[in-house]
């Protein structure tokens, strides 16, 4: 067989008359079509088995099996066939019974007019090769999605092993978050860890710009709820910082170049990932991953702007920036809190929300203690006394646990820990619950920990 013929539509017809036949062929031979012909069902069923057909017409009157029992066995051999019955005026409700089981596509009356069914047997043929363009379609449709599926998939592997510390946090996260809702201040306290032991993100800062947050929401009068969902921002807005690489966190923030700073602000997207196990958390989450937006609609994300943005991300901004500017991290120089909060204030309407400048503003004239850095890193060895008490839990550079969160220190304890800094060349800084450090509570505020 040539190519050209092994193209041909193939066409199968099944009459018992042998004249019938021959009309048909002699009808369909000029028009390039390959016919194959049969006088009975079980002759036109062996040559579907053997050979792909592209359109059938078969005679309703045939003995042993008629042609609405022959279609219904075909459709089950060759479903993609196009089928036409042809039938005489007294086989109607057989044909009717034909159409409504789904057997057939078309029916053709006898005696039949040539052109017409011509157009009936090219019709068919368009429909046949339409649906099987559309099905290699799907198929080309389905493999592609299954490409694209496994490069995403190599991609977050790509993502997953530049983010390893990332990915086993959200690990721990999420089988502590499928606890009870009792277990969600226990949450709460792991999220806050993850931060403290992290080497380049400083506890300290977050507990301030945490305490600036709900000052600012306490005197724009907001619900209880609310209050406690701006603190909570404020205090985990930097955990996201986790899945950024070492170099980029070292940098102040004005030293960083363009690409530098979009990765940067990307922690927030990672902050979301952390947290998205905790449906509670919907709120906070939403502040934190909208913390870079300004009022004036210049921040990210860009589409954001004036009270669009969500009111805990309004207030993070702001109580963020005030002690950003207290520290080396975004400014060349720390600054006093004066001068912090007049560049805060002159920012208003353009990076920051009018309201919430005006409870800032509110609050520095009244409550200046939550201006002033009064969190310490932590108690070094030699500053350390019997009876004192664990706030957190303590890890060395590796993030090996070495004494839980509320161990009380004992005079071989401390021991313990000046042979362990001496042995290993590093130096400890433990986090000292604030009932134990009363006595130090009356002394000036240290310098900010982070200049």
Same mark, same amino acid.
């Given at each position: 067989?040539?190519?050209?013929?092994?193209?041909?539509?193939?066409?199968?017809?099944?009459?018992?008359?042998?004249?019938?036949?021959?009309?048909?062929?002699? %009808?369909?031979?000029?028009?390039?079509?390959?016919?194959?012909?049969?006088?009975?069902?079980?002759?036109?069923?062996?040559?579907?088995?053997?050979?792909?057909?592209?359109?059938?017409?078969?005679?309703?009157?045939?003995?042993?099996?008629?042609?609405?029992?022959? +279609?219904?066995?075909?459709?089950?051999?060759?479903?993609?066939?196009?089928?036409?019955?042809?039938?005489?005026?007294?086989?109607?409700?057989?044909?009717?019974?034909?159409?409504?089981?789904?057997?057939?596509?078309?029916?053709?009356?006898?005696?039949?007019?040539?052109?017409?069914?011509?157009?009936?047997?090219?019709?068919?043929?368009?429909?046949?090769?339409?649906?099987?363009?559309?099905?290699?379609?799907?198929?080309?449709?389905?493999?592609?999605?299954?490409?694209?599926?496994?490069?995403?998939?190599?991609?977050?592997?790509?993502?997953?092993?530049?983010?390893?510390?990332?990915?086993?946090?959200?690990?721990? %996260?999420?089988?502590?978050?499928?606890?009870?809702?009792?277990?969600?201040?226990?949450?709460?306290?792991? +999220?806050?860890?993850?931060?403290?032991?992290?080497?380049?993100?400083?506890?300290?800062?977050?507990?301030?710009?945490?305490?600036?947050?709900?000052?600012?929401?306490?005197?724009?009068?907001?619900?209880?709820?609310?209050?406690?969902?701006?603190?909570?921002?404020?205090?985990?807005?930097?955990?996201?910082?986790?899945?950024?690489?070492?170099?980029?966190?070292?940098?102040?923030?004005?030293? &960083?170049?363009?690409?530098?700073?979009?990765?940067?602000?990307?922690?927030?997207?990672?902050?979301? &990932?952390? +947290?998205? #196990?905790?449906?509670?958390?919907?709120?906070?989450?939403?502040?934190?991953?909208?913390?870079?937006?300004?009022?004036?609609?210049?921040?990210?994300?860009?589409?954001?702007?004036?009270?669009?943005?969500?009111? #805990?991300?309004?207030?993070?901004?702001?109580?963020?920036?005030?002690?950003?500017?207290?520290?080396?991290?975004?400014?060349?120089?720390?600054?006093? #809190?004066?001068?912090?909060?007049?560049?805060?204030?002159?920012?208003?309407?353009?990076?920051?929300?009018?309201?919430?400048?005006?409870?800032?503003?509110?609050?520095?004239?009244?409550?200046?203690?939550?201006?002033?850095?009064?969190?310490?890193?932590?108690?070094?060895?030699?500053?350390?006394?019997?009876?004192?008490?664990?706030?957190?839990?303590?890890?060395?550079?590796?993030?090996?646990?070495?004494?839980?969160?509320?161990?009380? &220190?004992?005079?071989?304890?401390?021991?313990? %820990?000046?042979?362990?800094?001496?042995?290993?060349?590093?130096? +400890?800084?433990?986090?000292?619950?604030?009932?134990?450090?009363?006595?130090?509570?009356?002394?000036?505020?240290?310098?900010?920990?982070?200049?």
């Amino acid at each position: 067989m040539t190519a050209a013929a092994a193209k041909k539509p193939v066409i199968l017809c099944v009459d018992d008359e042998h004249s019938i036949l021959n009309a048909l062929k002699r %009808l369909f031979f000029p028009v390039g079509l390959d016919i194959e012909l049969a006088t009975n069902g079980q002759d036109a069923i062996k040559i579907l088995e053997s050979k792909k057909v592209h359109l059938i017409i078969s005679d309703m009157r045939m003995p042993e099996m008629n042609g609405a029992e022959f +279609l219904a066995k075909a459709v089950e051999i060759q479903p993609d066939a196009y089928r036409i019955l042809m039938t005489g005026y007294s086989d109607m409700a057989s044909t009717i019974a034909a159409i409504n089981d789904g057997r057939i596509h078309r029916y053709v009356q006898k005696p039949w007019n040539n052109k017409d069914l011509l157009n009936t047997v090219k019709d068919g043929l368009k429909l046949f090769h339409l649906e099987q363009a559309n099905k290699r379609m799907q198929q080309q449709i389905s493999q592609q999605n299954k490409e694209l599926k496994e490069l995403n998939h190599n991609l977050e592997e790509m993502v997953h092993q530049r983010t390893a510390q990332l990915k086993k946090t959200l690990a721990q %996260l999420r089988a502590s978050m499928a606890r009870s809702e009792q277990e969600k201040q226990n949450n709460l306290d792991i +999220l806050y860890n993850v931060i403290s032991i992290h080497p380049l993100i400083s506890a300290g800062f977050a507990v301030n710009v945490s305490n600036l947050a709900k000052a600012i929401a306490e005197k724009m009068q907001l619900p209880v709820k609310d209050i406690e969902n701006v603190a909570l921002t404020a205090l985990l807005h930097e955990i996201g910082m986790i899945g950024l690489p070492a170099d980029l966190l070292k940098k102040p923030y004005h030293q &960083l170049e363009g690409l530098e700073k979009q990765q940067f602000i990307e922690h927030a997207s990672h902050a979301e &990932l952390i +947290l998205s #196990p905790a449906p509670h958390l919907r709120a906070v989450v939403e502040g934190i991953c909208c913390q870079y937006a300004h009022f004036n609609g210049t921040g990210y994300p860009a589409e954001l702007k004036d009270t669009h943005i969500p009111l #805990p991300a309004r207030i993070l901004a702001v109580a963020r920036d005030y002690w950003l500017l207290m520290t080396r991290r975004s400014y060349s120089k720390v600054l006093t #809190p004066k001068e912090a909060c007049t560049m805060i204030v002159r920012a208003s309407h353009t990076l920051y929300d009018p309201a919430v400048i005006n409870a800032f503003e509110a609050c520095y004239q009244k409550s200046r203690d939550i201006f002033i850095n009064s969190i310490r890193d932590g108690y070094s060895i030699d500053e350390l006394k019997p009876g004192m008490r664990l706030r957190s839990a303590l890890y060395n550079e590796t993030k090996i646990l070495l004494l839980p969160k509320g161990c009380e &220190l004992t005079p071989v304890l401390i021991d313990k %820990l000046k042979k362990y800094q001496r042995q290993h060349h590093q130096e +400890l800084k433990i986090d000292i619950a604030p009932e134990d450090d009363a006595a130090t509570a009356s002394e000036a505020p240290t310098a900010p920990s982070e200049a």
